[in-house]
């Protein structure tokens, strides 16, 4: 398989806040959690082996993953409808597959958090955004305990192309020192320690402690607040989250 990369991380606007600052991180304990097991890889990368639409797939994981948690549905995401959704994100014409440079993260998340996903003639995904740092094991481990899959930027190395390796202590070679380029994933599980599994080019990949400290360089929590919905149906919600100042954030970042 051809591994495409395709994430464009830019920061975030001031709007959107760590997890820890709208959240009583400190109250909670960290145990394991696999959001993969609803529904297991299959091997299929939903285009992201010939463009560059590896946001549009993790988004489309976060979804789905969150949906058969909470509701029970089972539906894998649609290759048609990713693609849809990279080309309304990022110009990409399906005659032509140009342009096809990725997706710039923030304006991606921004536009999520506005306007929403349509899954059905029924439901928009319309998340509330907030960050974890990427280095900080205990928020990692506890925003995926307790907000579902989550959408993790990286900042590759070559070495990182032979996919053992992401499971490995980072080396220090020239591979290890060159970039490949950036690419999102979607993180849906971890152990309960350090290690993280994330699910790219229609696999699931678990990620070395090493690995994520010193090249996840975002990761973005798409947290589900609406009836019905993650937080409502699963029963799992940060400790302490202060709703008021988390729609307060979005109201923020709608205007």
């Known amino acids: 398989m051809i591994y495409r990369l395709g994430a464009n991380h830019t920061p975030p606007p001031p709007a959107v806040r760590p997890l820890a600052e709208r959240a009583a991180l400190t109250r909670m304990a960290v145990t394991p959690c696999d959001w993969f097991a609803a529904i297991p890889a299959d091997g299929d990368a939903l285009g992201n082996d010939k463009w560059s639409n590896c946001w549009e797939v993790a988004q489309a994981w976060v ?7 909470a509701a029970g549905d089972t539906t894998r ?7 849809a959704q990279f080309a309304a994100l990022t110009g990409w014409d399906p005659t032509t597959g140009l342009p096809d440079d990725g997706t710039q993260t923030a304006p991606a998340m921004t536009a999520w958090c ?8 029924q439901t928009l995904d319309v998340p509330h955004w907030l960050t974890v740092d990427p280095a900080n094991d205990a928020h990692v481990m506890l925003a995926a305990q307790s907000c579902g899959p989550l959408m993790a930027t990286w900042k590759l190395p070559m070495a990182m192309q032979d996919l053992s390796r992401w499971a490995q202590a980072p080396g220090t070679g020239t591979d290890w ?6 690419h999102e994933t979607c993180l849906g599980a971890t152990d309960g320690s350090a290690v993280v599994r994330v699910r790219t080019w229609g696999q699931d990949l678990d990620v070395h402690p090493d690995i994520r400290r010193r090249f996840m360089i975002g990761l973005d929590v ?4 609406s009836p019905g919905g993650w937080l409502q149906t699963t029963g799992l919600t ?7 100042a988390l729609r307060a954030d979005m109201a923020a970042l709608a205007a």
């Open 63 to 69: 979804i789905a993953l969150r949906r058969a948690s």
């Open 77 to 83: 995401p649609s290759r048609a409808v990713i693609l």
């Open 114 to 121: 506005r306007s929403g996903v349509r899954v059905n003639s």
């Open 177 to 182: 020192n060159t970039v490949w380029g950036g």
């Open 222 to 225: 798409p947290l589900d607040l």
């Open 238 to 244: 940060p400790a302490g989250l202060d709703v008021v």
